[in-house]
């Protein structure tokens, strides 16, 4: 879709925060084979593979950008350009993790039941979504798409909600899992400089947008957009900008 590392790691601390979170969630473990589904620059891939030294890890991401970004430091990680919705182990795995990449991918339903079905026995699967698309961020993004300077230009360009709701995601983990445990966190992030949300959604939630626009359209629909967003996130008196967001955490284990 044609991420940009360095735009996505300009938020890099607020950004790794719920991964690490995640990590620091998972119930003891001695894994042989992981993977990270939708590793990005592979930060988190590389922690998991210092944090359990004798696993095999993959890390999985079908953007180029990102994973070049990701092999660059030198880890023992295998990095494989692929579709995380495509995925399949030659063997069942013993930690299956993704971090704020699968609400990318459509059918859910199908999609867990297929993941946790490839857990190896006592396997987790560790996974963390966003699920704020009725935050400011995302609702003024969908009222400015639907205007009619942009909508026939952007028809179906923000169509990735994909991600359930808590108790959807229990039901279909329960039948394979004997422990499903989901919360969710509301990260209050605390973005310093101009229109930090906007640059924010440049590096995920705008990507499709920007697709779809040539340059000059492009410019014009980040413009009116910022502008939305500095209403709905005004700036604190020492220039702060705080943005909440929730996430949706889910850890599984067979
Ligand atoms: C928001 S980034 C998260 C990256 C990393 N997991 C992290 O926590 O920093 C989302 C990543 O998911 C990847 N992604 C999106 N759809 C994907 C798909 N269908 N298959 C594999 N990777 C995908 C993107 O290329 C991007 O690198």
Redo the contacts with the bound molecule.
């Keep these: 879709?044609g991420?940009n590392p360095d735009q996505?790691e300009l938020f890099r601390a607020a950004?790794?925060r719920p991964?690490q979170d995640l990590i620091r969630a998972l119930p003891p473990l001695a894994p042989e084979r992981i993977v990270?589904?939708?590793?990005?620059?592979g930060?988190?891939t590389r922690q998991l593979a210092d944090n359990y030294p004798h696993a095999r890890v993959i890390g999985?991401?079908?953007?180029r950008a990102?994973l070049a970004k990701a092999a660059h430091e030198p880890s023992g990680v295998v990095w494989e350009l692929?579709?995380?919705?495509q995925w399949r182990p030659e063997r069942p795995m013993d930690l299956i993790f993704?971090?704020?990449?699968l609400h990318?991918?459509p059918r859910h339903g199908a999609l867990f039941g297929h993941l946790a079905g490839a857990l190896a026995a006592d396997g987790v699967l560790a996974i963390q979504m966003p699920r704020n698309f009725d935050a400011p961020s995302h609702r003024l993004l969908r009222d400015l798409a639907g205007e009619p300077e942009w909508e026939e230009a952007l028809h179906g360009a923000l169509d990735h909600e994909n991600v359930l709701t808590p108790d959807a995601y229990w039901r279909v983990l329960r039948p394979y899992c004997r422990t499903v445990e989901i919360w969710e966190t509301e990260y209050l992030h605390a973005l310093p400089g101009p229109d930090p949300v906007l640059e924010w959604v440049k590096g995920?939630t705008l990507l499709p947008v920007m697709l779809r626009l040539d340059e000059d359209a492009a410019a014009r629909f980040r413009d009116a957009y910022a502008q939305s967003l500095r209403h709905a996130y005004p700036a604190e008196t020492d220039g702060t900008t705080l943005f909440p967001f929730r996430r949706l955490f889910i850890i599984a284990q067979k």
């Design positions: 879709m991420w996505y950004r790794e991964g990270d589904l939708g590793c990005g620059t930060y988190l999985v991401d079908n953007d990102m692929g579709d995380a919705a993704s971090n704020a990449a990318w991918l995920t």
